[in-house]
């Protein structure tokens, strides 16, 4: 089965875990960098990214996560599409640097201006819930990344290569669809690396 870690330092962990299993793969917390070592694939929950970024550093987990997404699958959700973007704006340094974007942190405003929409997501469905809270939004993409989803002209969804981002959580909300499609990019990938 399709073994596939939620890097558990901060967020929405138990959701993505839940998500998961309901798409048919083995889902697990990652706390410890030798945890990864026998993982299909890896989503990288929302949070705050700059505490997730200072965890990260304490539990020197930078170069491994680097070094795993070389070969295999990664899923950033809100704070883990900034995590994962080329380019923060406002920020002179970016994290892992996996996708040929730039993002802008909390572009649709605070806490209080969470909210829902539908959207469109090329390849999983047109009427997909997407959640909002203090959400990015990914400002502009290199040539090799596909857009996969747009909600009032701002990108909110992306994938390059085996990597995958969404600026909402689809971890909260009953609706597997996106997660089934990694679980998908995962066992594809698993098959070219065997």
């Known amino acids: 089965m399709t073994k596939i870690g939620v890097l558990a ?10 998500a998961l299993q309901e798409s048919g793969a083995e889902a697990v917390s990652v706390k410890r960098i030798d945890e990864l070592n026998d993982l ?18 304490k539990y020197e987990f930078l170069e491994p996560l680097k070094a795993f997404a070389k ?3 990664v899923f950033g959700t809100c704070a883990g599409l900034i995590l994962m973007a080329k380019t923060i704006q406002g920020q002179d340094t970016a994290h892992l640097e996996l996708i040929d974007m730039t993002v802008e942190r909390n572009a649709f405003g605070r806490q ?9 997501i090329k390849g999983v469905g047109e009427d997909v819930n997407g959640v909002f809270i203090r959400a990015p939004y990914i400002v502009n993409v290199g040539e090799d990344v596909e857009v996969l989803s ?4 701002r990108i909110v969804g992306a994938r390059q290569g085996h990597f995958l981002c969404a600026a909402f959580h689809p971890e909260l909300t009953d ?3 996106l997660h089934q499609f990694f679980v998908q990019m995962v066992d594809e990938t698993k098959k070219v690396i065997a």
């Open 9 to 18: 330092l901060q967020g929405a962990v138990r959701e993505h875990i839940k």
């Open 112 to 120: 209080k201006e969470s909210f829902e929409a539908e959207l469109e």
């Open 175 to 177: 609706d597997y669809r």
């Open 71 to 73: 070969e295999k699958p």
């Open 150 to 153: 747009v909600h009032n002209d």
């Open 40 to 57: 299909d694939g890896l989503i990288i929950p929302g949070g705050e990214s700059t505490a997730m970024r200072r965890l990260i550093d």
